[in-house]
Antibody, heavy 118, light 109 residues
Framework: EVQLVQSGAEVKKPGESLKISCKGS????????IGWVRQMPGKGLEWMGI????????RYSPSFQGQVTISADKSISTAYLQWSSLKASDTAMYYC???????????WGQGTLVTVSS | SYELTQPPSVSVSPGQTARITCSAD??????AYWYQQKPGQAPVLVIY???ERPSGIPERFSGSSSGTTVTLTISGVQAEDEADYYC????????????FGGGTKLTVL
């Protein structure tokens, strides 16, 4: 069974750094892209970027380029989304998903809620 | 930037047919994908490549394409179908990044 399990909810202060994770199982982690999606409170879905764990090829949506870093450790089948300096506007639910570039996201993680507040 | 346009809301009574549209210039050249998201849950893929249904998705969910508009149709709507629905596609180059539509809230009256 394909599963993506994300790390737990986080509460951070503005300016702090953060790295959240997404662990894949039940399939060949290095053979599929992993994408990250943001959902701000009460709002729609936004693609942030994707990574191919096999060779760490990474592509960012223009709105998120330079704002976050996507990485992966294929030895432990885990993808990451990180911020170096959080802002209150980063408060959102973040989902990872197994994706085919320019095509479907067929399996999703359960989401990680990030709250940034002073 | 490339945009997909969906109606903000659609309302239907149980047993009726709901149709949710998604419009964009590149849709004649690019596949569309549909996701269902219920409150407090992660999205679920319900249609891929315009009209294909993943395993486990009820047959009442179907997709179609005509020109610059794709349509998600839910026949015999049930109360459990009340959710937000998002379309997804790519621009005419077909490369990443793909985008989501703004989402449509389906209300079952």
């Amino acid at each position: 069974e394909v599963q993506l399990v994300q790390s737990g909810a986080e509460v951070k202060k503005p300016g702090e750094s953060l790295k959240i994770s997404c662990k894949g199982s039940g399939y060949s982690f290095t053979s599929y892209w992993i994408g990250w999606v943001r959902q701000m409170p009460g709002k729609g879905l936004e693609w942030m970027g994707i990574i191919y764990p096999g060779d760490s090829d990474t592509r960012y949506s223009p709105s998120f380029q330079g704002q976050v870093t996507i990485s992966a450790d294929k030895s432990i089948s885990t993808a990451y989304l990180q911020w170096s300096s959080l802002k209150a506007s980063d408060t959102a639910m973040y989902y990872c998903a197994r994706v085919v570039p320019a095509a479907e996201a067929d399996y999703w993680g359960q989401g990680t809620l990030v709250t940034v507040s002073s | 930037s490339y945009e997909l346009t969906q109606p903000p809301s659609v309302s239907v009574s149980p047993g009726q047919t709901a149709r949710i549209t998604c419009s964009a210039d590149a849709l004649p050249k690019q596949y569309a994908y549909w996701y269902q998201q219920k409150p407090g849950q992660a999205p679920v893929l319900v249609i891929y490549k315009d009209s294909e249904r993943p395993s486990g998705i009820p047959e009442r969910f179907s997709g179609s394409s005509s020109g610059t508009t794709v349509t998600l149709t839910i026949s015999g709507v049930q109360a459990e179908d009340e959710a937000d629905y998002y379309c997804q596609s790519a621009d005419s180059s077909g490369t990443y990044p793909v985008v989501f539509g703004g989402g449509t809230k389906l209300t079952v009256l």
